[in-house]
């Protein structure tokens, strides 16, 4: 396919990030990370980012109309022409029917873990404020410790993985994506994977299932038009 949308979702530490970054390269489109996108932002001071810092601090969800203002930016910038991967939106029903009305996704991407191995992932995540890159001290540590490998820029640990809010995030996550699930359900665009294996052995295979996704998507909309066609040519 010439173009390629897809959103990853899932609970805080699943590895939203880590799975979006290896869908990006495989298919050569931008990978959005709202989450970075309204750090910066907040970072920079700006009206939308000073809106948004008092959610982010208290450890809930950014309102749509601030989001969805950050996120259209970005969409129509002229890297977006040939798609994208977003990860951490759409969040709310009301986010994913915006996507739809202005850049419809290919495939929703569901991430799936046991809560343990969640949990053992955020407490060991470290964030690269720079570019965003994300790292992790067991599973993905970066070759000089401290230290992001792609800009060199000192790694945190960020702000929001302390208990009381990953609690919080985990409840509001539960708690808002049965409807956008559902919603790409019915659309015929979820696919559900599970991320509990270490991303070295499962981005393979969620690459390989996204891969046959698209193509059946292709075929199908190649054997829509040849059926009208079909049916015209036999009215009498």
Aim: aromatic share 8%; charged share 25%; glycine share 6%.
């Amino acid at each position: 396919m010439s173009r390629v949308r897809v959103v990853v979702m899932g609970p805080p530490g699943v590895g939203k990030g880590t799975y979006a970054q290896a869908i990006a390269a495989r298919f050569c489109v931008p990978h959005i990370s709202t989450g970075e996108l309204l750090r910066r932002e907040i970072s920079a001071s700006t009206e939308l980012g000073l809106k948004a810092r008092s959610f982010v601090e208290k450890g809930v969800l950014v309102p749509d109309e601030i989001v969805n203002e950050v996120l259209c930016k970005y969409l129509s910038s002229e890297e977006c022409k040939s798609g994208y991967v977003l990860d951490g939106y759409p969040r709310t029903l009301a986010q994913a029917v915006f996507l739809e009305t202005i850049a419809p996704v290919d495939i929703a991407v569901l991430l799936e873990a046991p809560l343990e191995v969640i949990i053992e992932r955020i407490f060991g995540r470290l964030y690269c404020p720079s570019c965003g890159r994300v790292y992790h001290v067991k599973w993905r540590p970066p070759a000089v410790e401290g230290v992001c490998d792609y800009c060199g820029a000192p790694l945190t640990r960020r702000r929001d993985d302390d208990a009381s809010v990953v609690a919080t995030r985990f409840r509001q996550f539960y708690e808002t994506s049965g409807e956008v699930v559902e919603f790409y359900r019915k659309l015929g665009k979820l696919l559900v994977f599970d991320a509990s294996v270490d991303s070295s052995v499962g981005a393979p295979q969620l690459l390989k299932k996204i891969e046959e996704a698209l193509s059946a998507k292709l075929r199908a909309e190649t054997a829509r038009p040849e059926q009208v066609a079909q049916h015209s040519s036999s009215m009498p």
